[in-house]
């Protein structure tokens, strides 16, 4: 039996800044989910801001890094998935504070952006 949690987990990953906005995985809401098996293997299903991100794969390392700082995690997955997409009201409230009107104006063009460039 693994004596890890998931709230160990979570301290860890809450450790990884995203360093477009300037704050963590966690309360942008991007981690969706950590899963963690009778061995202390770990999964973490995230997600990114946008699939055209430039730091995926540094993003993602961070991820799969931050967990193994636990005394008995054994192997960890960052599992990324696009469904449901990411949007600002899956941060927590700071994070919406924070951006506010800025954040609103930046991810209307980027939608506006995305629908005309997908239906050329």
């Known amino acids: ?10 301290d860890e990953l809450r450790k990884i800044i995203d360093p477009e906005v300037g704050f963590n995985l966690v ?12 061995d202390c293997n770990v999964k973490v299903t995230m997600t990114l801001s946008t699939k055209a ?9 961070w991820v799969e890094d931050a967990p193994k700082k636990i005394d008995g995690v054994k192997e960890v997955e960052a ?3 696009w469904e449901p997409e990411w949007n600002i009201s899956m941060a927590e409230d700071n994070v919406k504070k924070a951006l506010g009107a800025l954040w609103k104006r930046y991810f209307k063009a980027y939608m506006e952006l995305r629908y005309s460039f997908f239906t050329m």
């Not at 039996?1 to 979570?10: D, I, L, R």
């Not at 309360?27 to 009778?38: F, N, Q, R, S």
């Not at 991100?53 to 390392?61: D, E, G, K, R, V």
Request: charged share 20%; glycine share 2%; proline share 3%.
């Open 79 to 81: 599992n990324v998935v």
């Open 1 to 10: 039996m693994c004596s890890v949690t998931k709230e160990q987990v979570y």
């Open 27 to 38: 309360e942008m809401g991007l981690i969706y989910d950590v899963d963690i098996d009778d």
């Open 53 to 61: 991100c430039p730091l995926h794969q540094m993003i993602t390392q």
